[in-house]
């Protein structure tokens, strides 16, 4: 896809780090297994992407709102590594020194002393993929870590001054009882975790999980009403502690809610690094190329490493903006009408007339939430409006 030159101006920031300790037997995003030469040389070329995409566009008038350091793992990079990037982006990408930035980290990958120098770099928000506190549900995902990885990495954060530590937790694991999952939600709570995100296991047909299970090493995970006691028991549980639930998966104490996230799902612009990252302009959309060898070889040529987009019609974009924003439980109208600039009640007013008669949204005048029994049906209420 050949994008013309764009000007950036209030947006948020993604890297892709495509290398891991361990190939989880869940995940279907972008990965392979880290060695420090591959990790080195994807760096490299990442730092020339970064150049390419500031050559081609205007960020001049550029403030970032967020950066998220992701994938992947990206607490594999190293310090001087994570240093380096954001140095490069305070040079041309209207990084300043207050806005949120997260690094994403598997446990027992930093230190005390490696929290304390990438918050000097300019790090101040942790998300840390505990998964699980058993250690007998970790294998099944094929994590590397234990539990007390796990408690040694939170502390380690801790300890380094970081005030707004992440983790995530999954439910409906093979093997994983209510009693399990009742623990690790409370172990999160008991630790004064500031945000965590809850994510039901989704089995994908290729994954090697799939095929785990298909072959009979693993038990099934528990039945349908096990794992939505599992659901509603954290979404009972973590507001009744003083984590507001804020989008169908993140659960945030008073101000420290991911403004990545929200951003992610309001139809704001963010602009993504490193292979398979997404961006989003305006109405257009686009992936970096997924392959490693590609990447380096668009890199090296001077060439943006753009795989795919598209640019959105008026009603295409006000479709996803809608869909994705209800990921944040509502969507504000005018906001969605702006980004697109199409008309809500021309476009879609029977549909959310009919959801709402369903008892499935609730509309004011100004906004568009979901009801309780609409957390039930989110992904099919979504797809009313991009099918």
């Known amino acids: 896809m050949a994008l013309p030159p764009l000007a950036w101006n209030h947006y948020s920031l993604y ?16 990965r392979t297994q880290y060695s420090k030469s591959s990790m080195d040389a994807f760096f490299d070329a990442l730092l020339d992407e970064v150049d390419l995409r500031e050559q081609s566009d205007d960020f001049t008038q550029a403030t970032l709102d967020s950066i998220y350091l992701g994938g992947g793992t990206a607490s594999l990079l190293s310090n001087e590594q994570i240093s380096q990037f ?25 230190r005390e002393d490696d929290f304390r120098e990438v918050r000097d770099a ?15 549900l970790l294998p099944a995902l094929n994590r590397r ?52 995100s809850v994510y039901r296991l989704i089995i994908f047909q290729d994954e090697l999980l799939a095929r785990k299970l298909g ?22 549980t973590l507001p009744a502690n003083g984590l507001r639930q804020y989008s169908l998966t993140e659960f945030a104490k008073p101000g420290n809610e991911c403004i990545y996230v929200q951003r992610n799902w309001d139809g704001s612009d963010y602009l993504g690094f490193g292979p398979a990252a997404y961006s ?15 990447y380096h070889e668009l890199t090296d040529d001077h060439r943006l490493p753009v795989g795919k987009g598209i640019t959105m019609t008026p009603h295409e974009c006000l479709a996803r903006d809608v869909a994705m924003g209800l990921c944040l439980l509502s969507v504000d109208i005018a906001h969605v009408e702006r980004q697109s600039g199409a008309s809500l009640d021309e476009i879609f007013g029977r549909k959310i007339a009919q959801l709402v008669d369903d008892g499935l949204l609730r509309r004011t005048r100004d906004r568009i939430y ?3 029994e609409g957390l039930l049906y989110a992904t099919y209420i979504m797809k009313r409006f991009t099918a």
């Open 280 to 294: 989003r302009h305006a109405h257009h959309l686009w992936e970096n190329t997924v392959f490693h060898h590609r």
């Open 122 to 136: 300019g790090v101040n928000r942790v998300s840390i993929g505990v998964q699980s506190f058993s250690d007998q």
């Open 215 to 236: 072959q009979g090493e693993l038990q099934p995970p528990a039945d349908a009403g096990t794992i939505e006691e599992m659901r509603r028991y954290a979404l009972e």
């Open 370 to 372: 979901l009801t309780d």
């Open 86 to 110: 954001l140095g490069r982006l305070r040079s041309g990408f209207g990084l300043h020194d207050d806005i949120e930035c997260t690094l994403e980290c598997e446990p027992g990958t930093k």
């Open 15 to 30: 890297l892709h780090v495509p290398f891991c300790r361990a190939i989880c037997t869940f995940c279907t995003f972008e």
């Open 145 to 196: 870590h234990t539990v007390a990885t796990s408690y040694r990495t939170i502390e380690a954060a801790h300890n380094a001054g970081f005030s707004n530590i992440h983790i995530d937790l999954m439910y409906g694991l093979p093997n994983q009882t209510l009693a399990d999952w009742k623990f690790s939600v409370n172990e999160a709570i008991r630790l004064g975790i500031q945000h965590v």
